[in-house]
């Protein structure tokens, strides 16, 4: 077995330091794990993958080497490349060659119709008339707002860190953010035991909760099992099994099941299916023309009076991690409303997140959250002002702006932008009907002069970092 650690790709990147060493922890813990079950292992570490692969084959006289499709396009036209023989990626439900000939035999499709294909043909969470529950989408009963009366929320488990996270952290290149603690799993064993703890304590309360966005509390109900998912730790089906049974046991309600369960049968399948259909061309999408930097408040190069952005850039710094509905609506919003770089924007949350690959931040990030691709991920953009904060999260009351105010020096960035990046783009979105309330609505306003006025303010600070 050989296993290559890279430098180029080590460097190839402003890595998160918990990132980086979640990865090359977990290669050298499998390693050891493969040569405590008897096989030859030799774990090289050279400067580039293709260096680590020539001098192997040469030291020991191999003429055929074979492995698993790999995770990016880049890695697959590599090995490609130096001859390596590919075997059928199998860390997900549908491959992505299934996934095509789907595709392909539909005039249009949408991840609802992915999702339900996916429930029939695999046979989850279906009983013999339909689907459990009676319904294919709890997702009415998945939008409540943060419980105000200060419940405590599942605790996530740290794994001691061993001699190999030791070691590897030692020789690893600086990165930045909080050191590894041992919050996410490096070997298949740590996995199930996080798999194990969201089932008995996060599962239950998942599903009313999951939009919900709280200061103090960094992943309420949330599963943070995706690092352990996109490492192949785990496999989909091992997580979707274990949802599941918790439901037919009685212990989760079908909104907590049916929630998780469209999360990762059907929108992280459906992601990495499009990844492959639409590269390598969609990686240069960018629809709005936006071509700002990444914000410093973002990165931690400056601070910001933002409640909302501060509480997850802190997030970020210390775990390389927020859930799904801080990504989307608090960064990736005000990025797509301020207008930043999509693959500036693409490349900095995947090196700064512990889950981050190409396969799922290009449709996240440059399709879902920035609209880059003029909707071919999201049917409209995911824009909002501070009332959406406000509703779903306990930032707005401790924070310096006002969410209910669109211009003066007060007002709430997101508002402010909100209506701004309306008009900005209303050329590109005027034929969008599901955009047309919120365009005509952004017409009326008495003040738009002023709210644009005052977005030019907001716009320049946030590049300087003042805001
Ligand atoms: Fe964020 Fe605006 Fe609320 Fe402040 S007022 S926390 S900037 S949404």
Redesign the pocket.
Known sequence: MLLVESETKLRSKPWHIQRLHLVVSAIAHFAAELTGEGFEVDYRRAASMAAGLQAHAREFNVSQVAAMEPMSWQGRELLVRLGVELVANDQFLCHYGEFAKWAKSRKSFKMEDFYRWQRKRLGVLMDRDGPAGGKWNFDQQNREPPPGDGRPWPVARRFELDAIDLEVLNRLPAGWGGSPDGTWPVTRGQALIRLEEFITDGLGGFGAFEDAMLTAEWKLSHSVLSSSLNLGLLHPRDVVEAVEASYRRGDAPIHSAEGFIRQVLGWREYVWGLYWLWMPGYRKENKLAAARPVPPAFTGQAPTA????ASVAGQVNDRAYAHHIERLMVLGNLALTAGVDPQAMTEWMWASFVDGAEWVMLPNVLGMALYADGGRMATKPYAAG?AY??RM?D??PG?????RRRSGPDA????TLYWDFLARQEGVLKNNYRIARQLAAMRALGDLAAVRERAEEVLAALDQGTL
């Open positions: 933002m409640a909302c952005v501070g904060m406000k999260s930032f707005c924070c310096r702006y006002d969410p709430c960035p997101f508002t």
